[in-house]
């Protein structure tokens, strides 16, 4: 690093660290769901800072790169592979929608407005809200042959092309899936999706029931048998509505496991699991509460258990498929608290698919709490502890990977660095996800490679790209939002008309999914707010996890297509 300017002449990597404090600091500002986010405001800290010439050279930018990148991957990885398949191929048109009108309609800009390779990319990562082009793209530039004062130039036109258009990009595709799309829809979205979460099996009251949350969800309680003797334990959980479990009964004493078709008879103390609301209901039809006695006291205390989905036989069934099997009468008394995917906690109903990659949060007694997680996959490693010898030769499979190269049409394309650690991220991330004792990386492990990783790569283009930015805001600076606008929300109404007349998707899932074809979590969050429900996140995370690798690769496809135009 380079740098002009007191203490940082002689420390100039602290303005590295000064550019991200900063960043992430006005990233947090909040308007609404609208939130500028640390990439963005890194890249604006970086472009006023490099005005004082203040510069990175080397390779940090890379290095920071192909970390981030391949953490990405690692962790999109379980869910990029379980979402390839026939289920999910009308939500994967989506993704492929955006894509493909993000290239077309930054392409047809390219001659008409007179812009380079870089400004090309740089449009497309903003106004499309996925910062990782930004990257693919710094980094195929590389390849074209050019002179290092011109590829440069062009990141430093990534850089400020990003700026101009991120916001753009990011309000616009905020107000359209939660304010728009429903209106265009002609659908109340708090309406439509309290309907649907009655059509996919979510019992009346379960989503009040979650948002109470200095309650437990799950509970066990001991009741004496008055009312229902001579009832089978089926009978009883059939009028306790289905949703509860006898785990114990107790009887002269003794501890007994009940089958379903087992009868109670006075005096039996019976142990019943399950929510909250259901398990309350049990005293007018049992009998009174009573408290166990103190050798037995344990049965009353519920375990959580936290499992990562990995079983090929779970794997793409819904979670009535899996209650309704053989082996999940072995698990009675053993409830399903939560499914955790892509960072986002799905809601739990019979037509919920579990997927590779999933966290599931089981609760329940032992030792059937323990068969059920076995059933689903391996328990959730605690370990704090990276392997780093798998981290480091999955960036090496990914750096060979992205050195190769064809030419198409005589214009030659390549993955390049970037892409291929991508690639190999996914490979990686599912790997683990199938075999977990291999390529441990805990989740705050990849967290942070993904956060400091991107954090730093955007400063080290924005401070670069200072003493340029001037010159291209003033060339092209009032028409890059506008196309920006158009980069946004075309692949958004195009995807709107498609998923409603053609694919038939339901309007919660479907602006759900719009969403995830943005990769936006302010967007995801604004129809969460709007809608009042977790049932969005059924079609957004699908979409989201094929988007974020999609997108990345579009960075090198725009440099070399976009450079081909524009010679």
Known sequence: ??????????????????????????????????????????LIVALLIGQSGCQTRGDLKEVAFALFIFAMGYSGGPQFFANLNRASLRYILLPLIEALLVLTIVLLAVPLFGLDAGTAAGLAAGAATESAVVGTAAEALKHLGLAQAEVQRMEANIATAYTLTYLVGLISIVLFTSQVAPALLRINLRQASRALEQKLGAPAGEADEIMMPTLPRLVGRSYVVKDADGWTVAQVEAALGGRTAISRVLRNGEAIEPA?????????????LGPRRFVLRAGPVIGPEIQLPEAHADDLQLTELQVIVSKKAVNGHTVGELAQRPGARRARGVFLQSIQRSGHMLPVMPSTVVQYGDLVTLVGAEPELSQAGAALGNALRRSGVTDLVFLAFGILAGL???SLGARLWGIPVSLGSG?????????CGWINAKRPALGHMPDHAVQLLKDLGLAVFVASVGLSAGPQAVSLIREHGAVLPLIGLLVSLGPACLSLWVGHKLLKIEGPLLVGAIAGQHVSTPAISAILGASGSAVPLLGYTVTYAIANVLLPVLGPIIVALAHHLGG
């Open 1 to 42: 690093m380079t740098c002009s300017v007191g203490f940082f002449n002689s420390v100039p990597i602290a303005v590295l660290f000064l550019t991200v404090g900063l960043g992430y600091l006005i990233g947090k500002l909040r308007v609404g769901p609208i939130q500028l986010g640390g990439v963005c405001g890194t």
């Open 260 to 272: 379903t078709g087992d009868r109670l008879a006075t005096g039996d103390i019976v142990v019943v």
């Open 400 to 402: 060979m990977i992205g």
């Open 419 to 427: 892409g291929g650690a991508l690639v190999s991220g996914l490979v």
